[in-house]
T-cell receptor, first 116, second 115 residues
Framework: NAGVMQNPRHLVRRRGQEARLRCSPMKGHSHVYWYRQLPEEGLKFMVYLQKENIIDESGMPKERFSAEFPKEGPSILRIQQVVRGDSAAYFC??????????????FGEGSWLTVV | AQTVTQSQPEMSVQEAETVTLSCTYDTSESNYYLFWYKQPPSRQMILVIRQEAYKQQNATENRFSVNFQKAAKSFSLKISDSQLGDTAMYFCAFMPTSGTYKYIFGTGTRLKVLA
């Protein structure tokens, strides 16, 4: 049973470039969440998606950031025109449809974005 | 606003000893879940233990147990018989049962187990 798969694990981008982070949820999970961890901080919620729907994007920066979870394929977190402050670990998590065990979400191993 | 506070940025404990990490939270919700996650140097987020607020009995998982005081909004983690592999960042997290699955994390406690 594969867990939540994220790639790339490490990504280096120059200022102004685009970063794309991918997340494949656990088998049977239809809900995906993205969290960001800045250096020396806890994880902060960014967005919650179901297939083809954004349910809650209250934690997403208003500009340059977008997320999608298409009918087929992984969820994508896209950061346009990256700046040094975007350097962080981006964690994806997934869960089964609501009503799963204990409201637990399962995290991937994270994608580390470094902007130089 | 819901908040989670971990007031101990760093702690250390001797191998085989017991250590307690503190966590307090603020919410007006009556029903919610609380979690402790471990983040070792590999940076993976590993669920350690989970507590449902409507359950009075404290959760336990092997060497890990919690002291959940709902009235005081306190949720501490006790690690017994500490092992070198317990060295990690530990994050407390809160999630209301209403609304979306939005976890709120504390800022973490860095635990070092000393040989």
């Amino acid at each position: 049973n594969a867990g939540v798969m994220q790639n790339p694990r490490h990504l280096v981008r120059r200022r102004g470039q685009e970063a794309r982070l991918r997340c494949s949820p656990m088998k049977g999970h239809s809900h995906v969440y993205w969290y960001r961890q800045l250096p020396e901080e806890g994880l902060k919620f960014m967005v919650y998606l179901q297939k083809e729907n954004i349910i809650d994007e209250s934690g997403m920066p208003k500009e340059r950031f977008s997320a999608e979870f298409p009918k087929e394929g992984p969820s994508i977190l896209r950061i346009q025109q990256v700046v040094r402050g975007d350097s962080a670990a981006y964690f994806c998590a997934s869960s089964p449809p609501q009503g799963g065990t204990g409201n637990t979400i399962y995290f991937g191993e994270g994608s580390w974005l470094t902007v130089v | 606003a819901q908040t989670v506070t971990q007031s101990q940025p760093e702690m250390s404990v001797q191998e085989a000893e017991t250590v307690t990490l503190s966590c307090t939270y603020d919410t007006s919700e009556s029903n919610y879940y609380l979690f402790w996650y471990k983040q070792p140097p590999s940076r993976q987020m590993i669920l350690v233990i989970r507590q449902e607020a409507y359950k009075q009995q404290n959760a336990t998982e092997n060497r890990f147990s919690v002291n959940f005081q709902k009235a005081a909004k306190s949720f501490s983690l006790k690690i017994s018989d500490s092992q070198l592999g317990d060295t990690a960042m530990y994050f407390c997290a809160f999630m209301p049962t209403s609304g979306t699955y939005k976890y709120i994390f504390g800022t973490g406690t860095r635990l070092k187990v000393l040989a």
